[in-house]
């Protein structure tokens, strides 16, 4: 009988299948397992990225993906891309759609195109029945307006690699989203993602990596993966003055209830 792991963790929110993890995925994925990341969700932001991460997620059984046209993609958003992404996004080991949003921070796209896609896709993941994954950058107001006008979202949505105030955390959850923590956490001067952490209610948090990006301390420099979430969790872990085994088993109850991944893949029941 295989030993199961003390704990088990669920990357939220990956790029594995973009470069440089990409060419050594195998092993990426392999040295997750080693650190207890059993699953992963791999993010395409436009259609042909989205193609490369169905491909991954196709070929590993505990990888998932989730697909959608990100803010910085959105001038190409046209109608023929987004009905791309919606085949793409019918294929069973698509569990989310997104990454979707605003983002003013660097504007790669017009406000005005940003605006157009996000809405449209907002519809677009309804149709389908999938939760939405949300990227929001310097434009929390404008993002959660229209997400609170676009309410209900009956699939539930997540608000990935939060970097808003507390105010806009207590108005991801008044829409019944989830809120995925990255390395920041770990983040010498980043006390006010600390601090919303401590608060947040224990059935609505995520953790993610956002690898290649953003890697915790003490890896920064480094292309991030998700054996590196480790770190991440028990920096939470510590903020929340509870430890590793609980925040896992918290945070992959989560992730299983918000993507309807297979419970038993991960150790869990009544799911």
Partial sequence: MTEQPEYTLIDS????????????????????????????ITVGIEPEDARRALSVAETYPRVFAVLGIHPHNAKEGDDNA????????GRPKVVGYGEIGLDFFRNWSPRDAQLRVFRKQISLAKRLGLPVVIHLRSAYDEGLGILEHEAPFPAGGVIHCFSGD???A???????????IPGTVTYKKNDALRDIV??????????ETDC?????????????????????AAK????????????AEVTTRNAVTLFRLPSAEFGLAGV
């Fill in 170 to 180: 207590e108005r991801a959850l008044a829409l019944g989203f989830y809120i995925s």
């Fill in 198 to 207: 401590k608060s947040l209610p224990e059935g609505r948090i995520l953790l």
């Fill in 212 to 232: 290649p990006f953003l890697s915790p301390e003490p890896l920064r420099g480094k292309d991030n993966e998700p054996a590196y979430m480790t770190h991440t």
């Fill in 166 to 168: 507390r105010n806009d």
């Fill in 82 to 89: 987004l009905a791309t992404m919606e085949e793409l996004a």
């Fill in 236 to 247: 939470v872990a510590q903020v929340r003055n509870t430890d590793l085994k609980t925040i």
């Fill in 13 to 40: 929110h990956a790029h594995i299948h973009m470069d440089p993890l990409y060419e050594q995925v195998d092993r990426v994925v392999h040295r997750a397992e080693a650190e207890n990341v059993r699953g992963i």
